[in-house]
């Protein structure tokens, strides 16, 4: 009776050990995925940002010629383009902001699923989690600074008084800097994307 005891422990244990190595497995897998996701994320986010500061840029360009040169039809259409990128980056910041409150609800689930996995994978769960809520903080942040922005332009488009163009002037280098940091916020996190990328790979191999 002992040793069909221990014969049962000894298959119950196999059984448990080898459902939570697949279990393990899975979540490897999984979490893989959403790495490689991420940074493809992050890559299209910094294509995007450059793009816009490089639109921006030239936006400023034309304005100081237009401004130079008191060429009333070059400042409208400078105007009108000013107006077409700033709802654009307005809806973008506002769809990434939605995107990171989403992966920080994904990372709560998956901390409540790998609590009993294993220190580890909880550890890696909680730091993902951080990280994200960081970023959601940063593109709130960001998203205020540009309908601040956004609403004060409004009062100044049309007007050619010296000091509200010196105003909006001001206002879309703030705009390219806003681009620009979140450009170098972006760089950062494509780097911590790849290098949880390669540890997932490496505990694969173990």
Not at 11 to 27: D, I, K, M, T
Not at 65 to 91: I, K, N, P, T
């Amino acid at each position: 009776m002992n040793r069909m005891n221990r014969l049962s422990s000894a298959l119950v244990a196999s059984l448990l050990f080898s459902g939570g190595a697949y279990a393990q497995g899975w979540n490897n897998q999984h979490e893989r995925a959403q790495d490689r996701r991420e940074v493809r994320q992050d890559k299209r986010e910094m294509r995007d940002d450059r793009r816009d500061v490089a639109e921006l840029e030239n936006v400023l360009t034309r304005f100081d010629r237009a401004y130079a040169r008191r060429d009333e039809g070059d400042m409208r259409d400078v105007e009108d383009r000013l107006r077409q990128l700033v709802r654009a980056e307005l809806a973008e910041s506002q769809n990434e902001l939605e995107a990171d409150k989403a992966e920080v609800r994904r990372d709560g689930r998956e901390a409540r699923s790998d609590r009993w996995q294993g220190r580890g994978e909880y550890r890696d769960d909680r730091r993902d989690r951080r990280d994200d809520i960081r970023d959601v903080r940063v593109e709130k942040a960001s998203l205020s600074a540009r309908m601040s922005i956004a609403r004060e332009l409004s009062t100044l488009v049309g007007s050619r008084r010296p000091s509200d163009l010196n105003r909006t002037r001001t206002l879309i280098t703030q705009l390219i800097d806003l681009g620009r940091q979140e450009m170098r916020q972006n760089k950062q996190e494509l780097r911590e994307d790849k290098q949880e990328l390669r540890e997932d790979r490496r505990q694969r191999r173990y």
